[in-house]
């Protein structure tokens, strides 16, 4: 036998059935075999990409054998953090270089690859994580799951028939106030919940930029993707050098605004305590504003209204402090992220000066943790190496892809509303509106070929 962690990766029969990795024990080859660890590829070497490398580096679980970007400056930084951290780490001998491509099908192909994280814009993480599962890759793909309710279907649906691992990055899930905070919940320790509010910040309007000339390190073909063709400009997509807040984020073309950037986050974790997962909103509403000119568009100050057909209203706004509220007959119980920042642009949580990750409107509330007989959600102390553990064991993951595309479904039904006025009607069943065939045609984009879920080989 190979020292080799899965036997093979992935492959379709010829009846169109897919065969999924499969991990050997930690007895064949001992518990730190080089072997018997887990080899990672890296899509995407920016701002998250790299902090997510270094995140694996530390894993005793892990090896880092791959990296790619469209950018060639990114991908030689990545290798200049391997060998970094890895002159550092003990027992690292026998480690190879980490190979480095332009191309991420390249990666893809690599059969020694056995996961990857997708850390690329919001517009490609549809279809690399589609790919990356027909490959037979287990996926930790960066949040949002996608930019619009259609895609996010499709590659939901994929996903799952593969059968790979896949934990979508919504990390929140493995901080222990946010279970906390939804076990007490669903627990009834606030009485009938009725109510939550969401706190999410807006983007700020710019300037038009300038164009400038693509820089010969960027495929800026490859870099748009599915999206259309328009000038570059450094602004509108990520800084030549440095890792700071990149400018896409703030363009409808490759994201939605804070709605998602955020947004998937707090709803992820809102629909938790709600006991929304696997569902949805049954009406949706919203205002905000856009600006009217400039290379940035996103929306700005904003409010939004979701009723769920169980009764609760979740209101979602930049007036309220960042993180969520949720509001029963008997109290109220606020969450957040307490002074911790993923980035240094991550907005901090501040409730009448008290910065506890963890509130409610009786301390008793908080103590009033549930027993054995009560619910108890999933408990995981680390996103990543959930992921990681569950590769190993096969089971289910802490935020697996359905969940990630409900949430992503809020996130993205929010931004439709922001855009067409009135009261939505949703199906979260058929995932349509019944009363907007405006709303309705934002469910999906045009895809500029050959770029696209529409151009994935299923």
Known sequence: MKRRIFLKNAAATAAGAFIVPTIVPASVFGKNAPGNRINIGHIGAGRHGNGNLRRTLGSERTVCIAVSDCDKKRNEFAKQTFEEVMNRRENSTGYADIKLYDDYR?????????????NTPDHWH???????????KHIYLEKPNSLTVATGRVMSDVVRK??????????????????IAAELVRN???????????????????????????????????????????PYTEEGVH????????????????GAGMITGWGQHHFDSAIWGMDTEYTG??????????????????????????????GITMYTSGGFPNGIRYEGTDGWIFVSRGDYRATDSDPVSRVSGDSSPLQA???????ALPGPNEINLYKSSSHIGNWLECIETG??????????????????????????PGNLKWDPESERFTNSEVANSLLSRPQRYPYGTNYVKI
């Open 106 to 118: 390249d990666l893809l192909a690599n059969p020694d690859v056995d996961a990857v994280l997708i």
């Open 126 to 136: 549809d279809q690399q994580a589609m790919e990356a599962a027909l490959a037979g």
């Open 162 to 179: 593969t059968g790979v691992i896949c934990q979508i990055g919504t990390q929140q899930r493995s901080s222990e106030q946010f279970r």
């Open 188 to 230: 009834g320790r606030i009485g009938r919940l009725h109510t939550v509010r969401v706190g999410l910040p807006g983007d700020p309007a710019g300037p038009e930029f300038p164009v400038m000339p693509v820089p010969p390190n960027l495929n800026y073909d490859m870099w748009l993707g599915s999206t259309p063709e328009v």
């Open 239 to 254: 800084p030549l050098e440095g890792y700071g807040r990149p400018g896409w984020l703030r363009r409808e073309q490759f």
């Open 281 to 310: 909103p049954v009406s949706v509403q919203a205002v905000a504003e856009f600006p009217k000119s400039g290379t940035w568009d996103v929306h700005g100050d904003f409010m939004v209204k979701a009723e769920y057909a169980n």
């Open 361 to 367: 409107s009786d301390p008793e509330i908080l103590r």
């Open 395 to 420: 089971k289910e993951p802490i935020c697996p892809v359905e969940v990630g595309h409900r949430a992503c479904t809020v996130c993205l039904i929010s931004h439709i509303a922001m855009h067409v």
